[in-house]
C-alpha cells in the first residue's frame, strides 16, 4: 500500500535521530505549569514540546481542556524556549485555532480516528496546509481503520504523516490501560514502509512504572520515536495523573535505553533465517493435512445432518491445548487464540463441503446466479 508521504522536516530535529522524543503534560492547566514543564524539559534535552488544549474526557464532569485560551502558552513556549510545540485537534474548529496560533505539529487522538466522519472533517480543513499530522490508532485493534485515516488526510493534501501506537482499549482487567498488540503496528510498518510510527507508552500503560520497559521494548521494535507525558508535579495533574513523569525521570529513562539498528544479515544469521523456514514448512503442512481431516469432517456431518459447531468439542480443545502449552514453552493465551483462529478455518472448511451439493438443497451456490 502507498501513501503520498514527504519527510517530517522538523526544524532543529535532524532527520536521523531516533528516538524523536515529544514530551509535555497530559493537559495545559496553567501558564505557569506548562512554561515550568517545558523548561524542565528543555534543560533535559527535549526539543518537543506536547500539551493537550482540548481534553474531551470518557464522562462528563471532569477537567476537559482549557481550551484556545491555552494556546498563546505554546506559542510562549515556543518564542521564549525554542521548542517546537504540539497539540491534539479533533474538529475543525480545533485545527483553524492551532494553525491560527502557529502550533508546529498535531496529533489526532484514538477516539477521532475512529470515526471515519470526523476523519474526513478534519482531512478537509487541513487542506492546503503544510503541517506534520500524527496519528493514533483508533480504540479497536482495527488496522483498516487506521489506515484508513490515515489515507483520508492523505488524499486532502497532507504528506507530512506519521502514526502513533498508544495500545488498544479492552474491557478486560489486565497489566496495561490499553493492550500493546505490536503486531498491528509491526503490519502497519510492513504495509507501509516510509511511515514513521511513535509509540505512547504513557496511554499503553497507564501508569509512570510501565513507561521505561515500554519504551525500551519500542525501540527494540524500530519504532521511529515517543510521545511521552511529562508533568512538572505529576502527583498533581489536573488529569492522567498516574500515568505522568516528572522530566528528571523522563529524562533518566530515556539516557537508559539501548538503540538497536539494522545490521547486515550474517552467515549465522542466515542459517537462523533457514532454520525458521523449515520450521514454517512443516507447520503449513501439518495445517494442510488437519484441514483435510476438518473436510472430511464436514462431510460426514453433513451425510448425517449434524450441525457443524460441536461446542463441547471445541471447548475440550480450547482446555487441552491451553494446558499443553506452558510445558511447550509457549504462553496459554497465544496457544488459546492460534487455535481459535485454526477453529474459525476449520469451521469455514467444513461450511464449504456443506455447500457441495447446495444445489440439491435448494440453496443458491457462490457464482450461481441460476440456483
Known amino acids: 500500500m502507498e501513501l503520498n508521504i514527504s519527510p517530517l522536516n522538523l526544524p532543529g530535529i535532524s532527520p536521523d ?16 505549569q506548562v512554561m515550568r514543564t517545558a523548561t524542565d524539559l528543555h534543560r533535559h534535552g527535549v526539543r518537543i514540546f506536547r500539551a493537550g488544549v482540548w481534553k474531551p474526557r470518557t464522562k462528563p464532569g471532569g477537567f476537559e481542556g ?28 480545533h485545527v483553524e485555532a492551532a494553525l491560527r496560533h502557529g502550533v508546529d505539529i498535531l496529533w ?48 486532502a493534501g497532507v504528506k507530512r504523516l506519521a502514526a502513533i501506537h498508544r495500545g488498544f482499549s479492552s474491557y478486560e482487567h489486565q497489566l496495561y490501560r490499553n493492550r500493546p498488540l505490536w503486531h498491528i503496528a509491526i503490519e502497519l510498518h510492513r504495509r507501509i514502509p516510509d511511515l514513521p510510527i511513535l509509540c505512547d507508552p504513557s496511554h499503553m ?10 519504551c525500551q521494548q519500542a525501540m527494540d521494535l524500530g519504532f521511529r520515536g515517543l510521545m511521552i507525558e511529562s508533568h ?3 502527583a498533581k495533574a489536573w488529569s492522567d495523573a498516574e500515568q505522568q513523569l516528572a522530566p528528571e525521570v523522563l529524562a533518566g529513562i530515556l539516557q537508559r535505553l539501548t538503540i538497536r539498528t539494522e545490521q547486515p544479515v550474517t552467515d549465522e544469521l542466515a542459517d537462523f533465517r533457514q532454520r525458521i523456514d ?16 476438518c473436510r472430511e469432517i464436514g462431510q460426514y456431518k453433513r451425510q448425517r445432518n449434524m450441525q ?15 494446558e499443553e502449552a506452558i510445558p511447550s514453552g509457549l504462553s496459554t493465551s497465544f496457544v488459546r487464540e492460534l487455535f481459535e483462529r485454526i477453529h474459525e478455518e476449520s ?9 457441495v451439493n447446495s444445489e440439491s438443497c435448494g440453496l443458491p451456490q457462490e457464482g450461481n446466479t441460476e440456483c
Open 17 to 32: 535521530i531516533r528516538p524523536i522524543v515529544i514530551s509535555g503534560p497530559c493537559s495545559a492547566e496553567t501558564e505557569e
Open 66 to 93: 482549557i481550551g484556545e485560551p491555552a494556546l498563546p502558552w505554546l506559542t510562549r513556549v515556543q518564542k521564549e524556549l525554542g521548542l517546537l510545540v504540539a497539540t491534539e485537534v479533533a474538529t475543525p474548529a
Open 108 to 155: 489526532v487522538g484514538a477516539r477521532t480516528v475512529a470515526n471515519p466522519f470526523a476523519m474526513q472533517e478534519l482531512a478537509d480543513s487541513l487542506r492546503g496546509a503544510d503541517v506534520p499530522v500524527l496519528v493514533k490508532n483508533p480504540v479497536s485493534p482495527d488496522l483498516e481503520l487506521w489506515i484508513g485515516g490515515l489515507q483520508r488526510l492523505n488524499q
Open 205 to 214: 500503560g497507564g501508569h509512570r512504572e510501565l513507561i521505561a520497559p515500554l
Open 232 to 234: 512538572c508535579c505529576p
Open 278 to 293: 523449515q520450521c514454517d514448512d512443516e507447520l503449513l503442512n501439518v495445517l494442510g493435512r488437519r484441514l483435510a481431516v
Open 308 to 322: 457443524i459447531v460441536q461446542p463441547v468439542r471445541y471447548n475440550e480443545i480450547l482446555l487441552r491445548r491451553g
Open 347 to 355: 469451521v469455514l472448511q467444513q461450511m464449504q463441503e456443506f455447500n
